[in-house]
């Protein structure tokens, strides 16, 4: 049974960068689209963006787009968030998540997510 | 973006009870290629990542018990838990995905 293993907690400095990795565990991505989804402390769900592995292609959330890139080494079945010039509402908890192959193509929504990086961004 | 409006923000339900919440979007969510609605809704107990319940905002996922289901259509969406359990204390996510960003609401909290 496949499981979205993610990297563990960091804590970061404002205007650093972070990179967030999620990896297929028992199986692939197989070809599904991943995407990131962050948690603010006791807060609700934001969706960031995501990629389809098998065309490269990314959507991103326009207030996040520029700041965040997404990627997948599909040498290694990892897909990776990186947030670069973090602030301090960028803590929170960050979940990759599978998009459902019965979702069409541009219209997602997810039924595997890891269980949560949570990046802290504290001076 | 289409804005995601969930209510009650929270609910108190005795065990074995009815327990039902609202999602409205404020645009439709209809997709025309299929006739369906873009809603799911999700589950997120404290600790967890959030759980896919239904799709379509009437699909069941698979393993999910059927004292849940979904309905509506448009804009205003309902999730209905049939008999409460205690295993059901949890918060509870809509999520559009006709349009990006894709966009939760801000969840309603199911409490015993």
């Known amino acids: 049974q496949v499981q979205l293993v993610q990297s563990g907690a960091e804590v970061k400095k404002p205007g650093s960068s972070v990179k967030v990795s999620c990896k297929a565990s028992?199986?692939?991505?197989?070809?599904?689209?991943i995407s990131w989804v962050r948690q603010a402390p006791g807060q609700g769900l934001e969706w960031m963006g995501g990629?389809?592995?098998?065309?490269?292609?990314?959507k991103f959330a326009q207030n996040l787009h520029g700041r965040v890139t997404i990627s997948v080494d599909e040498s290694t079945g990892i897909a990776y968030m990186e947030m670069s010039s973090l602030r301090s509402d960028d803590t929170a908890v960050y979940y990759c998540?599978?998009?459902?192959?019965?979702?069409?193509?541009?219209?997602?929504?997810?039924?595997?997510w890891g269980r949560g990086s949570l990046v802290t961004v504290s001076s | 973006d289409i804005v995601m409006t969930q209510s009650p923000d929270s609910l108190a339900v005795s065990l074995g009870a009815r327990a039902t919440f609202n999602c409205k979007s404020s645009?439709?969510?209809?997709?025309?290629?299929?006739?369906?609605?873009?809603l799911a809704w999700y589950q997120q107990k404290p600790g967890q990542p959030p759980r896919l319940l239904i799709s379509?905002?009437?699909t069941r996922e698979s393993g999910v018990p059927d004292r849940f289901s979904g309905s509506g259509s448009g804009t205003d969406f309902t999730l209905t838990i049939s008999s409460l359990e205690a295993e059901d204390v949890a918060v509870y996510y809509c999520?559009?995905?006709?349009?990006?960003?894709?966009?939760f609401g801000q969840g309603t909290k199911v409490e015993i």
């Open positions: 990629i389809i592995p098998m065309f490269g292609t990314t």
């Open positions: 379509w905002a009437s």
């Open positions: 998540a599978r998009v459902s192959s019965n979702s069409p193509l541009n219209h997602w929504y997810f039924d595997l």
């Open positions: 999520q559009q995905y006709h349009t990006t960003p894709w966009t």
């Open positions: 645009q439709s969510l209809l997709f025309s290629s299929n006739n369906e609605n873009c």
């Open positions: 028992g199986g692939t991505f197989s070809n599904s689209a």
